[in-house]
Nanobody
Framework: QVQLVESGGGLVQAGGSLRLSCAASGSIFNIYVMGWYRQAPGKQRELVADITSGGSTNYADSVKGRFTISRDNAKNTVYLQMNSLKPEDTAVYYC??????????????WGQGTQVTVSS
């Protein structure tokens, strides 16, 4: 069993910053890609950013230059530093991880989501 626990969401004014964290725990053998997705009301879930175990990153065009994804492999944790936040960044943010368990089964896992609200 693998769990992802997110933290760091909240309410912030436009132009402000937030830092999200997501820690994976459980019967983990290896974690490949870790990422952040978001879902705004009435919209589909979309990729915000992801990062490989080697540190290669990928960003949605809408957040490039404002958000930074990073990870600590020793802690099985991924972070999302969000700067220059805009009202359109308001959404529930979900952590995702591609995990191989100690049983050598591999699948994606999701966190429970954390709300980010940016006021204008």
């Amino acid at each position: 069993q693998v769990q992802l626990v997110e933290s760091g969401g909240g309410l912030v004014q436009a132009g402000g910053s937030l830092r999200l964290s997501c820690a994976a725990s459980g019967s983990i053998f290896n974690i490949y890609v870790m990422g952040w997705y978001r879902q705004a009301p009435g919209k589909q879930r979309e990729l915000v950013a992801d990062i490989t175990s080697g540190g290669s990153t990928n960003y949605a065009d809408s957040v490039k230059g404002r958000f930074t994804i990073s990870r600590d492999n020793a802690k099985n944790t991924v972070y999302l530093q969000m700067n220059s936040l805009k009202p359109e960044d308001t959404a529930v943010y979900y952590c995702n991880a591609d995990v191989m368990a100690v049983t050598l089964s591999r699948r994606g896992y999701w966190g429970q989501g954390t709300q980010v609200t940016v006021s204008s």
